[in-house]
């Protein structure tokens, strides 16, 4: 009897939090077209915004060349974190060409930034770039 309530007050309890969590989601999702004016216009934190959410597949389509395309925008602004998750795509091969040195590029211009972490990236794509030449 006791496993009962408790098995009861336990599907309670998960269907409540599904509840708000499901709640949460619907009232913080993201809408790319909050950010697409700004980002056109040259807004470097909604270019990275969306890019971040194309890559992500956040509140739009999964699309890593759209990504690139967002990143590869606030990078070249200066905006560090785009500038260091472009390098990490270029690396992987996600949405262009895997390129160790134009990954290295990116890392560097995060490292110059202050970026941390971004140290062993940089080493190891300029390692791999200079066997790939």
């Not at 700004?38 to 971040?52: C, H, M, S, V, Y």
């Not at 560090?80 to 040195?101: R, Y």
Request: charged content about 20%; hydrophobic content about 35%; aromatic content about 10%.
């Amino acid at each position: 009897m006791l496993t009962s309530i408790f098995v009861i007050i336990s599907m309670i309890a998960s269907a409540m939090a599904y509840s708000t969590l499901a709640e949460y989601n619907s009232q913080n999702e993201k809408n790319p077209s909050d950010y697409l004016d700004d980002a056109e216009q040259g807004n470097n934190n909604a270019q990275f915004t969306l890019g971040i959410m194309y890559k992500e597949g956040d509140g739009v389509e999964q699309d890593d060349i759209q990504a690139v395309t967002w990143l590869k925008k606030a990078a070249e602004q200066g905006h560090m974190e785009a500038q260091f998750t472009l390098g990490n795509m270029c690396e992987k091969g996600q949405g262009v060409a895997q390129d160790n040195i134009r990954a290295a590029y990116w890392y560097k211009k995060a490292a110059e930034q202050g970026r941390s972490n971004t140290q062993s990236n940089l080493t190891f794509a300029s390692k791999t770039a200079s066997h790939d030449i």
